[in-house]
C-alpha cells in the first residue's frame, strides 16, 4: 500500500498532466469532467467521508460556484478568473450559514434537510431570483478564459485550468490528513462523544467540514460553468448529489477510491456508449455489492498518517 | 490558581421520574487517589456524567478550582483539565494507537482549523512537539510496539490501557476512571494500579468507580459509597469496610456482584 501510493500519485500526475495532448477534443472534453467532478467528489468526502456527514447537497454548492462565476461574468464582466475569490467564499459561507443550524441532527434528518436545500436551490435558480440567474435556460456565452489579458480560447487551457484546480484540491486534502482539524473530523466520525470528552468542539469541527467541503465545491463550479461556459439549473439538480453521496460510499473514503468512482461513474459510460443508459443500472448494483461485501467502500480510507519514528517493529511473540 | 479541588455539592440528576443521584455532595482533594463505589445501578456513571458535563445535574453545584463546571460542554471542561475515561470503551476502533493518543493533544495543540487547509511552519512544528508528546506516552504505557495498530484489534487489557494513556495526554489535572479494572484479568488489573500510582506521582488527582473491591480497598485513600443515588457512606477504606451500610448494601441484597 505505502509503495503503491508512492508511485501510483506520481504517474497519475505525469500521466494527467500529458493526457490532454494526446487527446482528440471530445476525449479532451471528457478529461476535463473527469477532473471536475473528481474535485466535487473530494469536497464531498471532506464532508461525508471524513466527518461523516450524511450531506445529500453538494450540487448546491457546486452549482452555486458555478452561478457566481457565470453572473459576476456575463453580468458584470469579470474575468472568469477574478470570480474565483467569491466562487469559494461565498459557497463556503453559506454552507456555514446552512450547516450551524442542522449539523447536531442525526444522520438521516441530516440527509434529508440537505436534500431539501438541494431542491430548494434548484428551484430559485429555475424562477429567476432577482433576474440574474437566466430561468430555466441558465446563463450562456460567458466569456472564455483570460490571463493578464491573453485570451486562452482552447480547450487544452480549459483542461489545465481543471488540472491546477485538482492538484489545489488534493494538496488541500493531503494538509488536512496532517493537521488537527482533519484529524478532529475523524474522531468525531469515529466516536462522537469520545471526541467531545478528549475535548473537541464537534460543532466547531463540523461546521468546518461544510464550510470547507462546500468552498471547493465552489471552485469546481468555476471551471464547470468555463467549460461549458454556460450554466443551466438542471446540470445541478439532487440526483447530481446523489452521484457524489454515492461516488463516495462506493469508492471509499480514500483519494484512490473517490477518483476509481469518478471514473466509473463519468468516464466509462463514454468509453462504452451503449453503457451510458445503463449506467446508474450498473452504478445502483456496484452500489448494493459494494455495501454488502465491503461496508467500508472498494478503496478504504486510510486514516491520518502517523510519522515514522512512531512506527517499530512488532516483536512477534513478546 | 485556586486549589485544585473537586466539589460536589447537593448535586441531583433526574430521568424522567428516576432520580439517579440524590443530592449527592462530596470533596475530592488534590493528590488524592479517590473511589467511588456502589453496587450496580447506585449511579456512579451517572455522577461522573455530571461533573464531565456529558449531563446536566438538576439541582446542586459542581465546582472545580472554585470555577462552577455545572452546565459546562465536555470539551470546556476538558480544558480545564477534567479527563475521563469509559465503562465500555470508548476508542477510536479504525484509527491507529498514536492517533488515538494524538487525540488527547488536541486540545493543547496551537493550530488553528485553517491550519487544516494552508500549514504554516509554525503549524508544522507544533504538530511535531504533539507527535513527540504521543511517543512520551506511548513509552510511558508501553505502547510503543502498537503505535500503529487500530484499536479495535486490540485486545481488550491493551484497548484499556491506549484509553488511559489518550486521557493522559490531554496533561489533565484530575484524570476520571469509569471502571478501569472492568474486563481485566488479575495480571492486568496488577498492571493498572502500579500504572494509577505512576499517575499520582505527576501529580494528577485520580477519580475512579471501581467494582473490583480488592482493588479499591488496596489504592484509594478516600472513598464514597453510593446506593440509590445516595451516598451512605465515606471515609477511608478501613472505615468504610467497617461501616454497617456498606455491609448492608453489598451484602444484605441479594443481586449485587461483589467480585
Not at chain 2, 458535563?53 to 453545584?61: H, L
Not at chain 2, 488527582?205 to 465515606?234: P, R, S, W
Request: charged share 15%; proline share 4%; aromatic share 12%.
Amino acid at each position: 500500500m505505502k509503495n503503491f501510493e508512492r508511485y501510483a500519485f506520481p504517474i497519475f500526475f505525469v500521466v494527467m498532466a500529458i493526457l490532454p495532448t494526446l487527446l482528440d477534443p471530445r476525449w479532451q472534453a471528457v478529461a476535463i469532467t473527469f477532473l471536475i467532478f473528481a474535485v466535487v467528489a473530494l469536497s464531498q468526502d471532506i464532508i461525508l467521508g471524513k466527518a461523516g456527514m450524511f450531506n445529500m447537497g453538494q450540487a448546491l454548492f457546486f452549482g452555486m460556484g458555478a452561478y457566481i462565476t457565470a453572473i459576476l461574468n456575463s453580468h458584470y464582466g469579470w474575468p472568469i478568473l477574478a470570480t474565483i475569490p467569491l466562487a469559494v467564499l461565498l459557497p463556503a459561507l453559506f454552507g456555514i450559514v446552512l450547516a450551524a443550524p442542522i449539523v447536531h441532527l442525526r444522520g438521516d434528518y441530516l440527509l434529508v434537510v440537505t436534500i431539501g436545500f438541494n431542491i430548494v436551490f434548484v428551484q430559485v435558480l429555475q424562477n429567476n431570483l432577482g433576474g440574474v440567474t437566466g430561468g430555466p435556460n441558465g446563463i450562456f456565452g460567458l466569456d472564455p478564459l483570460s490571463f493578464f489579458g491573453t485570451q486562452l480560447t482552447s480547450q487544452l487551457a480549459v483542461y489545465y485550468f481543471a488540472f491546477i484546480v485538482l492538484l489545489l484540491t488534493l494538496w488541500v486534502m493531503n494538509n488536512l490528513e496532517k493537521s488537527k482539524a482533519g484529524r478532529a473530523l475523524h474522531y468525531l466520525r469515529e466516536d462522537h462523544l469520545a471526541a467531545e470528552s478528549i475535548g473537541i468542539n464537534t460543532r466547531v469541527y463540523k461546521i468546518f467540514a461544510f464550510g470547507l467541503g462546500a468552498g471547493i465545491a465552489g471552485l469546481a463550479g468555476t471551471v464547470f460553468a468555463t467549460q461549458y461556459a454556460a450554466v443551466s439549473p438542471e446540470a445541478f439538480e439532487f440526483i447530481v448529489s446523489v452521484l457524489f453521496f454515492s461516488i463516495v460510499l462506493v469508492g471509499g473514503s480514500s483519494i484512490p477510491g473517490v477518483l476509481l468512482g469518478v471514473f466509473v461513474m463519468f468516464v466509462l459510460p463514454e468509453i462504452f456508449r451503449e453503457f451510458a443508459t445503463w449506467r446508474y443500472f450498473v452504478f445502483g448494483f456496484a452500489m448494493i455489492l459494494a455495501m454488502i461485501l465491503r461496508p467500508r467502500g472498494i478503496w478504504p480510507a486510510t486514516f491520518g498518517k502517523i510519522p515514522k519514528f512512531l512506527i517499530k517493529e512488532t516483536r512477534h511473540g513478546a | 490558581m485556586a486549589h485544585n479541588e473537586l466539589i460536589l455539592n447537593n448535586v441531583t440528576k433526574r430521568f424522567g421520574g428516576l432520580t439517579a443521584v440524590d443530592d449527592l455532595s462530596f470533596t475530592v482533594a488534590d493528590g488524592q487517589i479517590y473511589g467511588v463505589i456502589g453496587p450496580n445501578g447506585a449511579g456512579k456513571t451517572t455522577v461522573f456524567n455530571c461533573i464531565t458535563g456529558i449531563y446536566k445535574s438538576e439541582e446542586g453545584s459542581v465546582q472545580w478550582r472554585g470555577e462552577e463546571i455545572r452546565g459546562m460542554t465536555p470539551y470546556q471542561i476538558v480544558d480545564r483539565g477534567i479527563v475521563r475515561t469509559f465503562q465500555t470503551i470508548r476508542l477510536f476502533g479504525q484509527m491507529s494507537v498514536a492517533e488515538n493518543i494524538m487525540s488527547g493533544r488536541h486540545i493543547k495543540s496551537s493550530q488553528s482549523w485553517w491550519h487544516g487547509i494552508v500549514p504554516t511552519l509554525g503549524s508544522r512544528r507544533d504538530e511535531k512537539e504533539n507527535w513527540l508528546k504521543v511517543q512520551e506516552q506511548l513509552e510511558f504505557f508501553d505502547l510503543g510496539e502498537f503505535a500503529a495498530t487500530p484499536t479495535n484489534s486490540l485486545p481488550y487489557g491493551l484497548q484499556r490501557r491506549v484509553e488511559i494513556a489518550r486521557a493522559m495526554a490531554v496533561e489533565p489535572t484530575l484524570l476520571i476512571l469509569d471502571e478501569p479494572a472492568a474486563g481485566l484479568n488479575d495480571k492486568e488489573t496488577l498492571g493498572l494500579v502500579e500504572t494509577i500510582y505512576k499517575i499520582r506521582e505527576k501529580g494528577v488527582t485520580v477519580l475512579l468507580i471501581e467494582h473490583d473491591m480488592d482493588m479499591v480497598m488496596e489504592i484509594t485513600d478516600y472513598l464514597t459509597v453510593i446506593n440509590f443515588g445516595k451516598k451512605i457512606a465515606e471515609g477511608t477504606p478501613v472505615e468504610v469496610q467497617a461501616n454497617p451500610a456498606v455491609i448492608e448494601a453489598y451484602l444484605g441484597s441479594e443481586d449485587d456482584d461483589d467480585e
